[in-house]
């Protein structure tokens, strides 16, 4: 199926299940993202600072940009013009960096706190006690130029279901507390390509979506 053939296929499936669709476009050409914006889709999720900075400056301006991979501090400023959301905010250092350039460009950027849920050591997050301890009214009164509006998380790498809906189940059920507590919170990020089917089962309200609309990679960062 074409690219905007898979999107309207995932959407329907998501209709009416209060989930938003990020199509994960990093490695693909402008040409690609193009042809889903001109069906009407304008929201994608970049993994790589400079490549996120290069389509934004190629491609139109009424894009909704989403970072969803690791974001060192010292780049931040470059995505703090223009980015609607921030997926992986992983330390509090990395949340003031982006609040102080968000300030630069008077902007209030949205953020979601990226917790460890898997099993293994190569993915990125914060633990519960360290969300907990950013999310202290006096620690976001500091940063008014950041906004978080929910979670993120990864599961292990894995092809055991069970495995990867406990994972899900665990940050759903975090998120859920949290958001009886945080009125900003509106946002699960959770599910991808192979397992967003269960990530929605699990309560997740966005999904990052990259093969199942563009397919393999079409070159290499």
């Known amino acids: 199926m074409a690219i905007v053939e898979n999107i309207q296929f995932i959407e329907k499936e998501i209709e009416g299940k209060g989930v938003t669709l990020v199509a994960v476009s990093k490695t693909k050409p402008v040409e690609m993202l193009m042809e889903a914006y001109n069906a009407g889709f304008k929201r994608f999720g970049e993994n790589y600072v400079q490549e996120l900075v290069d389509k934004y400056e190629q491609m139109p301006k009424d894009i909704e940009w989403h970072f969803i991979g690791h974001l060192q501090s010292n780049k931040a400023k470059y995505i703090a013009p223009f980015v609607s959301l921030i997926h992986s905010v992983d330390s509090l250092k990395l949340l003031q960096e982006i609040n102080k350039q968000a300030a630069k460009h008077n902007r209030v950027v949205d953020c979601l706190l990226q917790i460890y849920i898997a099993e293994e050591d190569t993915k990125s997050g914060m633990t519960e ?41 665990k940050l759903s059920v975090f998120y859920t507390k949290l958001k009886t507590q945080n009125s900003e919170f509106r946002t699960l990020s959770m599910g991808m390509s192979g397992d ?24 290499q960062k």
């Open 196 to 219: 967003y089917g269960i990530a929605i089962e699990e309560g997740s309200t966005m999904i990052r979506v990259g093969s199942k609309i563009f397919g393999g990679r079409i070159y």
């Open 129 to 169: 006690e360290e969300c907990l301890e950013i999310l202290k009214a006096e620690t976001l009164e500091k940063l008014p130029n950041v906004r978080i509006v929910g979670l993120m998380g990864m599961t292990t790498l894995t092809d055991d279901e069970a495995q990867i809906r406990k994972e899900f189940k």
